[in-house]
């Protein structure tokens, strides 16, 4: 074949596909960090979304530029469904909405509560440009348009300041957890699993979260914080486990990375912190007579953080007490968790499918009536194994020396 030929053809190939057919440019779109959605009274939802203000956000005062005003503008619009709240900011706003930056989901408690969440995702499902990897939270308490507009300090565009405290209260509190849409979607549409989502709350003064002198101060007078993890049952938000108890089910799930577990010592309250560092947890069914049971074996490893009282950690007997008092305290927050979720007749942590792949025929009995007849009297059997690595740099706390040398 002619290679002059080829080369004009090359050529011509180059010329049909070079160009931005669908190009966009900045100053065309809003881009969108954040998108809050309500009810109000009227059975409408209210559509708040975040916009990033590029040019205070690369040329703020803390980088030395000259952009002064606040990082995002905030707009809200209602309507019958959300493809017509996106559509009506189109009233507001000059520049066409980009949605392909939007890495958070906000959906108000009352809402959650009263309507549930199964209805929300399709828009946002079927949008091409919205990413379904978009973190979920629940706002505690308030509407989602407070959490939306309020303004951080430290991170600049808010809903990042939410994506980065959910991964660090996951990574190293373990009483949070991070989902994103699809896992949302995902146990919505599983049998015998129900989603859960971390709460985020205002702490302080509302009226002040909104405004640009709030992170002005030293001391805000309005933070954004992680608040408990919300539950669900068919799609609606039914309870809120807080504190151990949301603990209780991360560690079911296999979800702590690193947390703090306080110890009583000598009759003396959270006097030794075990500081977790690595764990596994195994979900095992056991089925009898066409009635399961679920096995919930966990191991935990883990450090010497700190005593309050002096604790002679050279003694291996010492270092074994220690490890069961662990596994007490670790084995009374997961059976708290279990109990707060049969209560609510809810299956948070996926025992349902658990028993479906151990009995796929079993199941199809079960399926229908599992959280509102089987899983509230589902036996569980728990079992935790905790060990101490290290005791940090000392072996001997200076408390027991001075305790020695008073004798």
């Known amino acids: ?52 203000n590029p040019g205070n956000v690369t040329g703020g005062q803390q980088d030395g530029g000259s952009g002064h005003g606040p ?16 559509r009506k900011f189109s009233t507001s706003i000059s520049r066409r909405l980009y949605y392909a930056h939007t890495n958070l989901v906000v959906v108000g408690e009352r809402l959650a509560r009263e309507e549930g969440i199964l209805r929300l995702f399709d828009a946002m499902d079927r949008d091409p440009e919205f990413r379904i990897t978009s ?7 308030m509407e989602a348009r407070d959490i939306v507009r309020t303004i951080t ?17 996951e990574k190293n509190w373990g009483t949070h957890l991070r989902a994103n849409m699809k ?18 709350r205002i702490k302080g003064e509302i009226d002040q979260a909104m405004k640009l002198s709030n992170i002005e101060e030293t001391t805000p007078k309005a933070v954004l914080e992680a608040d408990g993890i919300a539950i669900f049952r068919d799609g609606k938000l039914v309870d ?27 009759g003396q309250e959270d006097s030794v912190a075990y500081e977790v560092i690595r764990q596994k947890t195994s979900t095992l069914p056991i089925i009898q007579n066409e009635k399961p049971m679920i096995n919930v074996e966990v191991r935990v490893e883990g450090d010497i953080g700190e005593v309050e009282i002096p604790v002679d950690l050279t003694d291996p007997l010492i270092l074994v007490k220690i490890e069961k008092e662990a596994e007490k305290e670790i ?24 028993v479906q792949r151990a009995d796929p025929k079993l199941w199809k009995k079960l399926k229908s009536d599992w959280n ?27 408390l027991t020396e001075m305790e020695e040398d008073r004798k």
């Open 1 to 52: 074949m002619n290679k002059g030929f080829i080369l004009v053809v090359l050529f011509l190939g180059l010329m049909l596909l070079s160009g931005c057919w669908s190009k966009k440019e900045l100053t065309d779109i809003a881009i969108i960090s954040a998108f809050g959605i309500d009810k109000n009274e009227k059975g409408q939802y209210v559509g708040t979304i975040q916009v990033i």
């Open 71 to 86: 990082p995002i503008n905030v707009y809200t619009e209602t309507g019958t469904n959300l493809t017509e709240v996106s």
């Open 135 to 141: 973190e979920v939270i629940i706002a505690q308490d």
């Open 153 to 169: 300090p430290i991170d600049k565009i808010p809903s990042n300041k939410v994506i980065k405290t959910l991964k660090s209260t």
């Open 183 to 200: 896992d949302v979607l995902n146990s919505l549409v599983s049998e015998g699993k129900e989603p859960l989502l971390t709460g985020f």
């Open 240 to 266: 809120w486990l807080q504190g151990n108890t949301a603990r209780g089910t991360l560690w079911i799930l296999d979800k702590i990375e690193k947390t703090d577990v306080n110890i009583d010592w000598k």
């Open 331 to 354: 084995k009374k927050e997961i059976q708290e968790a279990i109990k707060q979720a049969q209560k609510n007749k809810t299956d948070v942590f996926g025992f349902g499918e658990v």
């Open 372 to 398: 509102s007849v089987y899983f509230p009297e589902l036996i569980v059997d728990v079992k935790v194994e905790a060990f101490v690595r290290r005791s940090g740099l000392r072996t001997k706390s200076f």
